[in-house]
T-cell receptor
Framework: DAKTTQPPSMDCAEGRAANLPCNHSTISGNEYVYWYRQIHSQGPQYIIHGLKNNETNEMASLIITEDRKSSTLILPHATLRDTAVYYCIVRGYNAGNMLTFGGGTRLMVKP | DVKVTQSSRYLVKRTGEKVFLECVQDMDHENMFWYRQDPGLGLRLIYFSYDVKMKEKGDIPEGYSVSREKKERFSLILESASTNQTSMYLC?????????????FGDGTRLSIL
């Protein structure tokens, strides 16, 4: 699986959009971009994933650049409950079975 | 919504005990996984299963075994608990498929071995 790079921490004001970047410059054509988050003392929570096109669900939007070398997770109206560590993962179609979490971005939503 | 339920959030056991961690999912997923998560080491795969009575070793199976007698239930067994097995244990499940099927996690069991 391709390696990802994320900023170690970010702050966001409550009610504003949180934009979390991820670089995956070595991504290959059959690899998906996944986002998970982990709130302290809980299991990882799946957020969204995509291959080429931008994706949106009830939790977030995923914007993938045309060259697929980077992506941005957007939480449109961040709340205090969105404070968590966010992990960007690139996973191949034939990647095998385990997930590998890197360092992630610690998002702090402030009142 | 997918629901993966782990039997205990916190568990304290003694060295040498046989420990059972239970995981149940309600989405009829074929695939189930056991990970452990430790600070600085990230997520490490212990065992996984693609079907009932089927199991495959992950990266760190030593000291562990698993059981999958029913599709919805995947149990992790610590045969003789040791202090280095103190960790957060996470169960996950997913539909069949490869990279395009997300894994859904339970809330984890924080296990302490004294």
């Amino acid at each position: 699986d391709a390696k990802t790079t994320q900023p170690p921490s970010m702050d966001c004001a409550e009610g504003r959009a949180a934009n979390l970047p991820c670089n995956h410059s070595t991504i290959s054509g059959n690899e998906y971009v996944y986002w998970y988050r982990q709130i302290h003392s809980q299991g990882p929570q799946y957020i969204i994933h995509g291959l080429k096109n931008n994706e949106t669900n009830e939790m977030a939007s995923l914007i993938i650049t045309e060259d697929r070398k980077s992506s941005t997770l957007i939480l449109p109206h961040a709340t205090l409950r969105d404070t968590a560590v966010y992990y960007c993962i690139v996973r191949g179609y034939n990647a095998g079975n385990m997930l590998t979490f890197g360092g992630g971005t610690r998002l702090m939503v402030k009142p | 919504d997918v629901k993966v339920t782990q039997s205990s959030r916190y568990l304290v056991k003694r060295t040498g005990e046989k420990v059972f961690l239970e995981c149940v999912q309600d989405m009829d997923h074929e695939n189930m996984f056991w990970y452990r998560q430790d600070p600085g080491l990230g997520l490490r795969l212990i065992y996984f299963s693609y079907d009932v009575k089927m199991k495959e070793k992950g990266d760190i199976p030593e000291g562990y075994s698993v059981s999958r007698e029913k599709k919805e239930r995947f149990s992790l067994i610590l045969e003789s608990a040791s202090t280095n097995q103190t960790s957060m244990y996470l169960c996950a499940s997913s539909s069949p498929g490869q990279g395009d099927q997300p894994q859904h996690f339970g809330d984890g069991t924080r296990l302490s071995i004294l």
